[in-house]
């Protein structure tokens, strides 16, 4: 497991009802339009660090805590579209970094809010260019093996748990770099799973 800070940890059972991926993305449609218009929300708040940053070397609490809301928000809206749980995410707002718990999915983000390196966070759009590529490769297999989850639970009522780890590894992966690409974090994230 990766020592990155922030972190995703699903605590959701590997079985589903097999009617599940027939209709669970329908019901997922309310949170993922919020969680597209939280992701346009994220990307003014990282336009706005990003100055804050550059000039004063420091990210205020506040935008801190609204981006960790807006990330914590996405993911839990795209697990559950995803078929990797079954509760229905609540419509919460939470503004902290800490996980605030009652969740199946557990997202920590802690930010780094004193002594940011400018000169990395300037030249951060450059710096996420080979992220982007490899975010490209790890969303064609979460594509692949989503799909395959989705007939393993129609046909067997569970994902396998090959699949779904590898979901949960790339939901991971995805919110290590949304710390760093959302200016949470100067740690650059691991490539790899």
């Known amino acids: 497991m990766s020592t990155y800070p922030a972190t995703f940890e699903l605590d959701a059972p590997h079985e589903m009802a097999r009617w599940r991926p027939f209709v669970q993305w329908i019901l997922a449609i309310p949170h ?8 346009s929300l994220s990307q003014v708040i990282a336009f706005v660090s990003w100055f804050v940053i550059v000039f004063t070397g420091k990210l205020p609490e506040g935008l801190a805590n609204l981006q960790a809301m807006c990330i914590r928000y996405q993911i839990r809206a795209y697990s559950y579209a995803g078929f990797l749980r079954t509760s229905y995410p609540a419509f919460e707002f939470d503004m902290t970094q800490a996980e605030p718990g009652g969740d199946e999915v557990s997202v920590e983000l802690p930010a780094q809010l004193e002594d940011r390196n400018r000169l990395t966070v300037g030249l951060r759009l450059f710096m996420l260019i080979p992220i982007a590529i490899v975010g490209i490769l790890w969303s064609i297999v979460a594509m692949f093996v989503g799909f395959i989850g989705a007939f393993a639970i129609l046909f067997t009522g569970a994902w396998p748990a090959g699949l779904r780890e590898t979901m949960v590894k790339v939901n991971r992966w995805f919110v290590q770099v949304d710390a760093y690409g959302l200016l ?10």
């Open 32 to 39: 993922l339009i919020i969680a597209n218009v939280i992701s």
């Open 184 to 193: 949470l974090r100067d740690e650059f994230p691991p490539l790899g799973l």
